[in-house]
């Protein structure tokens, strides 16, 4: 079975700092790690995603993420937040298909402040 | 590319109607399409797994009588909430799989009065 823990429900940060989202997964099995977005009542955007290679993985909007496979963790960052990126951010796994099931985390809101 | 589309975008019906969502992948073809249903401030619950021309997969403790999933062709699936009541009163988001990724709609809105 798959999980992923999302420690912080809520993390407010000042515009222009920067900011970490933590996600951490469990899994008996290799996995595909995702982070998505989502902006009030809306789907689901793609941030960035890590199949295979390297650890680090660049996304749209600025965020990367790094895979550590012996903290079973794949943090979110950017160096420096915008007001517009106040969302929603749901880290996720799957197997190694895309017809696997996706299992999201709780979930993180993310707060700018001016 | 890889747009997956959701109609209608909001729907409110009384209670003991049918609501039927619709799912189409826009520029692609899925042999995979994915029904999640979120709550309030919550994650994404997976409610069940379509698969063109074949009966869906529903996750344990979802009723398959009332929500009824069919996906007739490689580009769109549907989801029909029968004798719908106030507490199936949702967001309800679907994603397509295609290469090694699943593409999500921008989700429907269903509130039953």
């Known amino acids: 079975a798959q999980s992923v823990t999302q420690l912080d429900s809520q993390v407010p940060v000042f515009e222009e700092a920067p900011v970490e989202l933590r996600c951490n997964y469990s899994?008996?099995?290799?996995?595909?790690l995702f982070w998505y977005v989502q902006y009030p009542n809306q789907g689901l955007q793609l941030l960035l995603k890590?199949?295979?290679?390297?650890?680090l993985v660049k996304g749209i909007n600025g965020f990367e993420a790094e895979f550590n496979k012996s903290q079973t963790s794949f943090h979110l960052r950017k160096p420096s937040v915008h007001i517009s990126d106040t969302a929603e951010y749901f880290c996720?796994?799957?197997?190694?298909?895309?017809?696997?099931?996706?299992?999201f985390g709780s979930g993180t809101r993310l707060s700018i402040r001016p | 590319g890889a747009v997956v589309s959701q109609h209608p975008s909001r729907v409110i019906c009384k209670s003991g109607t049918s609501v039927k969502i619709e799912c189409r992948s826009l520029?692609?073809?899925?042999?995979?399409m994915f029904w999640y249903r979120q709550f309030p401030k919550k994650s994404l619950m997976l409610m069940a797994t379509?698969?063109?021309?074949?009966?869906?997969?529903?996750e344990q403790g979802v009723e398959k009588d009332k929500f009824l999933i069919n996906h007739a062709s490689l580009t769109l699936s549907t989801l029909t909430v029968t004798s719908a009541h106030p507490e199936d009163s949702s967001f309800y988001i679907c994603?397509?799989?295609?290469?090694?990724?699943?593409?999500f709609g921008p989700g429907t809105r269903l509130l039953v009065l």
């Open positions: 996720a796994v799957s197997g190694f298909s895309s017809a696997s099931k996706i299992i």
């Open positions: 379509s698969n063109e021309g074949s009966k869906a997969t529903y």
């Open positions: 890590y199949l295979s290679g390297s650890t």
């Open positions: 899994s008996s099995v290799s996995v595909y």
């Open positions: 994603s397509a799989a295609w290469g090694e990724t699943q593409y």
């Open positions: 520029d692609f073809q899925a042999t995979t």
